[in-house]
Nanobody
Framework: QVVLIESGGGLVQAGDSLRLSCAAS????????IGWFRQAPGEGREGVLC????????VLADSAKGRFTISRDKGKNTVYLQMNSLKPEDTAIYYC?????????????????WGQGTQVTVAS
């Protein structure tokens, strides 16, 4: 079965850090670009960060610059989103997604496989 499974979300205080995991099953994730998106209540889905097939990090949201990083562990077939200095406005459901190819895009329609999401709540 071809799936993406996110984990690592939770309730944290402003200024804390979290690391989200996106485990791929049924395919080799490093053959594709993998993106992290988020959706806050009442808002549309927003791209956060993406990693290309050649492991180049692409920032999709200005709010992520300097605070969030994305990485891969090929041996674990997993992509991570490290989030530091979290703010209440980072509160959202975070999704990872597989791009249709090897490059990143902020357009969610260019991602063909999505995980179920993991909730991140940042208290002030």
């Amino acid at each position: 079965q071809v799936v993406l499974i996110e984990s690592g979300g939770g309730l944290v205080q402003a200024g804390d850090s979290l690391r989200l995991s996106c485990a791929a099953s049924g395919f080799t994730s490093d053959y594709y670009a993998i993106g992290w998106f988020r959706q806050a209540p009442g808002e549309g889905r927003e791209g956060v960060l993406c990693i290309t097939q050649s492991n180049y990090q692409t920032v999709l949201a200005d709010s992520a610059k300097g605070r969030f990083t994305i990485s891969r562990d090929k041996g674990k077939n997993t992509v991570y989103l490290q989030m530091n200095s979290l703010k209440p406005e980072d509160t959202a459901i975070y999704y990872c997604a597989r791009a249709v190819g090897i490059e990143c895009s902020s357009d969610s329609s260019t991602y063909s496989l999505w995980g179920q999401g993991t909730q991140v709540t940042v208290a002030s």
